[in-house]
């Protein structure tokens, strides 16, 4: 992780703290789902709270969306489904991540999802599931915990070795 100076002056003196840079997160629709309320109000609280997000738009491909992780050089992305489709596109789209060494991005998701169908998404490399009605401030309070552990370069990524998922 990369680090920028911020240099603040209080009565003549310097004083000057290290701050990780925002993360970049991408916010993607998966599929035929038309509706994109849920992904665009995420999209604006993780950009409120400082972060580089891209917005993919709808109707993507897990092809599409990766390609878009890659060149965008993305640390998280965002899965949204409301249509049913998650119990394929989300763990497919985990996988091209593997596939395409972005093993190291860590891959959240929300929409309609039944708890009885989490358990694969997890194994399949999510680190967090969202319903209707999660806050802006647990979205946040996820983001922020996984930049904590990327400055501590603890590996979480949805490809990674490690069993560590959000409200676990």
Same mark, same amino acid.
């Given at each position: 992780?990369? *680090?920028?100076?911020?240099? $603040?002056?209080?009565?003549?003196?310097?004083?000057?703290?290290?701050?990780?840079?925002?993360?970049?997160?991408?916010?993607?629709?998966?599929?035929l +789902?038309?509706?994109? @309320?849920? !992904?665009?109000?995420?999209? @604006?609280?993780? %950009? +409120?709270?400082?972060?580089?997000?891209? *917005?993919?738009? &709808?109707? %993507?491909?897990?092809e599409? $969306?990766?390609?878009?992780?890659?060149?965008?050089?993305?640390?998280? &992305?965002?899965?949204? #489904?409301? #249509?049913?489709?998650h119990?394929?596109?989300?763990?497919?789209?985990?996988?091209?991540?593997?596939? !395409? +060494? &972005?093993?190291?991005?860590?891959?959240?998701?929300?929409? $309609? $999802?039944?708890?009885? +169908? @989490?358990?694969s998404?997890?194994?399949?490399?999510? %680190?967090?599931?969202?319903?209707?009605?999660?806050?802006s401030e647990?979205?946040? #309070?996820?983001? =922020?915990?996984?930049?904590?552990?990327?400055?501590?370069e /603890? #590996?979480i990524?949805?490809?990674? /070795?490690? =069993?560590?998922?959000?409200?676990?």
């Amino acid at each position: 992780m990369t *680090y920028s100076r911020v240099a $603040i002056h209080f009565n003549e003196r310097l004083c000057v703290w290290v701050m990780p840079k925002p993360l970049r997160i991408v916010i993607a629709k998966p599929g035929l +789902d038309g509706h994109d @309320r849920g !992904a665009k109000v995420v999209a @604006r609280c993780l %950009r +409120d709270a400082g972060h580089e997000v891209i *917005y993919t738009g &709808l109707r %993507r491909t897990p092809e599409q $969306i990766v390609r878009t992780v890659m060149d965008e050089d993305a640390d998280l &992305l965002g899965l949204s #489904s409301l #249509s049913g489709a998650h119990g394929h596109l989300f763990p497919r789209t985990c996988q091209l991540l593997a596939e !395409a +060494d &972005l093993t190291h991005v860590v891959v959240f998701g929300g929409g $309609i $999802i039944p708890e009885e +169908d @989490r358990q694969s998404l997890f194994d399949a490399g999510m %680190r967090a599931i969202f319903g209707p009605g999660t806050t802006s401030e647990e979205i946040n #309070s996820f983001v =922020d915990e996984v930049s904590s552990r990327l400055q501590q370069e /603890e #590996s979480i990524g949805s490809g990674e /070795e490690n =069993d560590w998922r959000w409200g676990a």
